[in-house]
């Protein structure tokens, strides 16, 4: 209806977002801005329980979300289903004094997220930064439809104190690759082959 805007349910099982232009009233989530025709208007309900002192990355797509609270150890990705944020699989976890997701990335290739709760989309695979006695390294996972599994084994990514300043992830090819920023002068790229299972370990690119 042009006068119902924000999150209204339809059929009495899915919710969906009305936002400009489809609705008119002036408790629209959004307004235009003069000379524009476009404006920022909720995506979704509030995630729930969101924890605080976590950062927060979506994916190219949109429709995918990592919250890595690195003072837990702890990385929880999200799938947007309709309004809602559903988590994906289980927390993925580190030892005590990580800092695991200091720095994180995520790769979605299309199709790549959940469009209804008995569809799992796949693949999706991302990458967390951590420390360990000074030393910066990364470990990389992957969804398998069911739970999130490791790709290949931790990586040390310096032999002294470093500083890991960002972390990407795509594919090149068969395979996936993750670039690694050290001390603001180094960056370093790995490869593993991209298959089903990711079995293959880490190589220096």
Request: hydrophobic share 40%; with cysteine.
């Amino acid at each position: 209806e042009a006068n119902t805007c924000g999150f209204i349910t339809v059929n009495d099982t899915t919710t969906i977002n009305i936002q400009h232009t489809n609705c008119k009233s002036p408790a629209a989530l959004c307004t235009v801005q003069p000379g524009q025709s476009q404006c920022w208007g909720a995506k979704s309900q509030p995630i729930p329980n969101f924890e605080a002192g976590s950062t927060m990355l979506v994916a190219s797509n949109g429709r995918v979300m990592i919250q890595a609270t690195p003072s837990a150890e702890r990385v929880r990705v999200f799938d947007q289903l309709d309004a809602q944020w559903t988590q994906r699989g289980s927390d993925i976890t580190d030892v005590q004094g990580s800092q695991f997701g200091v720095r994180f990335s995520i790769f979605t290739p299309p199709p790549d997220v959940r469009s209804t709760i008995d569809n799992i989309g796949v693949p999706a695979a991302i990458v967390m930064g951590l420390y360990r006695q000074s030393l910066a390294g990364f470990r990389a996972f992957f969804w398998t439809g069911l739970n999130w599994e490791p790709i290949g084994s931790k990586v040390s990514l310096c032999n002294s104190a470093c500083t890991l300043d960002s972390l990407g992830m795509g594919s090149m090819g068969e395979h996936v690759a993750v670039t690694a920023a050290l001390d603001e002068s180094t960056v370093a790229v790995y490869s593993a082959t991209f298959n089903s299972t990711f079995t293959s370990q880490w190589q220096f690119v």
